[in-house]
């Protein structure tokens, strides 16, 4: 089964828009690990936000924000006034300790971001 | 500070060839990580190691093979290497911990099976 979903496969916004990517996991474990990667054109992975599941603060980092839910086991990504730079695969990822905390990751946003 | 290095960055394979996808680290985490990134599929778990000695399987751990003889390495083994194999290869580290559980990956291995 599905752990991880990111019902969005694709986004297209233009520029200075507000964007916001969903993420919905599934786990029994009560400590588990959520995480935002960012996957440019180039290929590699760029660590965003990890968040732990006994904090549900939510975090902001400039244009970016992350909205942490137990309540509806989602984390959700926004993305505040849009840069073409933003263009990327989003994946969010769950980590659990029964499983070697290994990464399970949604199949990805792809956002688009034109001029 | 190497970090993750994954060796080779790009690969060709003819089909039935075998080879290994070589990963090393050198931030003595015990946790390893073997993924495969096919487009529209995110990234899927191959195996996982939880310390030297110790792997097991994720969600597509057929025609794959590892092992875990020190800390630092954790190769990827492909038997008899098949089209369906063709894809990009990522290996990872985590950092565990109640404050600071983070993942580091390689910069991945181009693998194309014809």
């Known amino acids: 089964a599905q752990k991880v979903t990111q019902a969005q496969t694709e986004i297209s916004v233009v520029e200075k828009e507000d964007v916001t990517l969903d993420c919905v996991y599934e786990t029994r474990d009560t400590t588990y690990y959520l995480f935002w990667y960012k996957q440019p054109p180039s290929g590699e992975l760029v660590f965003l936000i990890r968040r732990n599941s006994f904090d549900e603060q939510n975090e902001i980092s400039g244009r970016y924000s992350w909205n942490f839910q137990k309540s509806t086991s989602s984390f959700n990504f926004t993305i505040t006034a849009s840069q073409v730079v933003d263009s990327a695969v989003y994946f969010c990822?769950?980590?659990?300790?029964?499983?070697?905390?290994?990464?399970?990751f949604g199949k990805g946003t792809s956002l688009l971001v034109t001029p | 500070n190497a970090g993750v290095t994954q060796t080779p960055k790009f690969q060709v394979l003819k089909t039935g060839q075998s080879m290994t996808l070589q990963c090393a680290q050198d931030?003595?985490?015990?946790?390893m990580s073997w993924y495969r990134q096919d487009p529209g599929m995110g990234l899927r778990l191959i195996h996982y190691s939880v310390g030297a000695g110790i792997t097991d399987q994720g969600e597509v751990p057929n025609g794959y093979n590892v092992s875990r003889s020190t800390t630092e390495d954790f190769p990827l083994r492909l038997l008899s290497a098949a089209p369906s194999q063709t894809s990009v290869y990522f290996c990872?580290?985590?950092?565990?911990?109640?404050?600071?559980?983070?993942?580091?990956f390689g910069q991945g291995t181009r693998l194309t099976v014809v």
């Open positions: 990822a769950l980590s659990e300790e029964n499983s070697g905390y290994a990464l399970n």
């Open positions: 931030m003595n985490h015990e946790y």
């Open positions: 990872a580290t985590i950092r565990s911990g109640a404050e600071n559980t983070e993942a580091f």
